[in-house]
C-alpha cells in the first residue's frame, strides 16, 4: 500500500541523512500475518500456512491461547449512534494493521470524520500518521508494552525532542546513530561516556555501551497518548461500547455472524451486504416504531 511506502522512502530517507545507503525493499517485506503457532504478528518473513481444502480464501484466526479457526474476518466502522456505515471482509489470518490502510482509504474517508475511535489493533505508528496527515483524531486503547519490565529500560530513559536524544539516568545524552528496516531508529551512547556511570554494571549488563530505539513514527503515537488522556478523548471512548461492540455483539447473537455459512471471499462478502443492510433497516424500523409510540401518548394526553 501507498501508506508503506511512504514510510519505506521516509526510513531512506533518514539513512541518506545519516550518510548511509538505502534499503531497497520488495512487496513481501510489508506482508503482514499472524503467526499460527505463537499467535504474533510476523512482518516480512515467510510463515507457515494453513489452507483449508474446503475453502482456500479462508485463513487462520488466532485469539487468545485457545481461540483458533478457519475463519473470515470483517473490517467495520458505524458513527455514534451504531449505525453501520461501511465493511471490508479479509481472510482471517490477515492482521488488522495489514488490512486498515485499504479499509480508510475505501470506506472510511467516505464519510469525512473528525474523529475515529479504534481497538487496540490499531495502536501502529503508521495507522497513527495516516490519520495525522488526513487531519482526523485517532482514539485509540492503552497497549501495555511487551516484555518483562527492566531496570534501566527504555522507560527510564526520558526522550528530550528539542534535541532529538534520549537522556538516561545518569544524565548523558544518546544520540541517534541507525535505523534498521522497520523504522526503529537506535539511539547510542559512547562507550567513555558509560566508562565511569555508576549504573554501568547494572545497566550495560554485557554490552559495550547502551543502545535506546524510538520508531520513526513514534511521535504520531505519542500524539494519539494525548488525545486518549484529554477529557474529550475518555468521553468519546465510552461511545466505543455502545455503538461498534454493541453493534457487532447483536450481529453475531442474532443475525448469524459468529459463524461463516458460504465459501470464498466473495459469496461472504455479498452475505455480509445483506446482513449489514437489514441490521440497519431493523434499527431503523424499531426507531420509527418507538418514535410513533411516543407521538401517540403525547396525542392521548
Known sequence: DKYQKDLEEEINEFRRKMGKD????????????????TGEVIEGKTVTKTVSLTDPDCGMFIKGEHERQLAYVDMCSCDKNGWHLGFETNPGNIHDSKAFPSFFENVFL???PETGCGDAGMATGKIAKMFHDHGIALLVPYVRPKGKRVKFGKRDFIYQKEKDAYLCPNGKLLYPTNIDRKGNIKYRISKKECSDCPFRKECLKNYSSKTVTRHIYASYMEATREIRLSARGKETYKLRKISIERMFAELKEHHGLRYTRYRGLEKNFNYRCLLYACYNIKKLALLLDKMEQKREKSTCA
Open 110 to 112: 467516505g464519510y469525512n
Open 22 to 37: 538505502s534499503f531497497e525493499y520488495d512487496d513481501e517485506e510489508s506482508e503482514c500475518f499472524i503467526d499460527e503457532e
